[in-house]
T-cell receptor, first 118, second 112 residues
């Protein structure tokens, strides 16, 4: 149980195009999902917190108009990178908290999406 | 934002040796977790230690937590080439629904 999937696993796009990444909790409900970005040889940096049915909360320095987050259901959050540029090339990882687990603090990570912008 | 530092940033050892990685953090935590990441891949959860615990074991892994020093260590005993990866600590604050905050990571290389 507690599986999080991401789609696509990798994507190559041209500069100026938009790319949508999906994050799904497959066997549990998640009111909260998180989006991280990881540049080569660096750690994961939190981009935003996504709450089902409400606006995402973005970390300082992350442009909310560029990285659109939609959390329309308890099992799906999407991250859209709008007008992508080569500097947006990165590894994007989502995670989700399991609403049903009493501890409440367990997070489950997706396998990541490798974005390359040409 | 990042919680703190891992030490060392890179570690190279021979198979069979032990590897110790340290993690420091800045704020009060609810728990601390260690993850492994193979190059270009997703995260693998290794172990979680709660703020009221001081030591935890899982197979060849031993994690300690010193909340007074805001630090944790991960010991991998009898290392194997397959342990080659990056290792990250991540802290979880007390506020419900908060994200994990990751340290900068230690890159471990185990040669056979």
């Amino acid at each position: 149980g507690a599986v999080v999937s991401q789609h696509p696993s990798w994507v190559i796009c041209k500069s100026g195009t938009s790319v949508k990444i999906e994050c799904r909790s497959l066997d549990f409900q998640a009111t909260t999902m998180f989006w991280y970005r990881q540049f080569p040889k660096q750690s994961l940096m939190l981009m935003a917190t996504s709450n089902e049915g409400s606006k995402a909360t973005y970390e300082q320095g992350v442009e909310k108009d560029k990285f659109l987050i939609n959390h329309a259901s308890l099992t799906l959050s999407t991250l859209t990178v709008t007008s992508a540029h080569p500097e947006d090339s990165s590894f994007y990882i989502c995670s989700a908290r399991d609403l049903g687990r009493v501890a409440g603090n367990e997070q489950f990570f997706g396998p990541g999406t490798r974005l390359t912008v040409l | 934002s990042q919680q703190g530092e891992e030490d060392p940033q890179a570690l190279s050892i021979q198979e069979g040796e032990n590897a110790t990685m340290n993690c420091s953090y800045k704020t009060s935590i609810n728990n601390l977790q260690w993850y492994r990441q193979n190059s270009g891949r997703g995260l693998v959860h290794l172990i979680l230690i709660r703020s009221n615990e001081r030591e935890k074991h899982s197979g060849r892994l031993r994690v300690t937590l010193d909340t007074s020093k805001k630090s944790s260590s991960l010991l991998i005993t009898a290392s194997r080439a397959a342990d080659t990866a990056s290792y990250f600590c991540a802290t979880d604050g007390y506020q419900a629904g908060t994200a994990l905050i990751f340290g900068k990571g230690t890159t471990l290389s185990v040669s056979s």
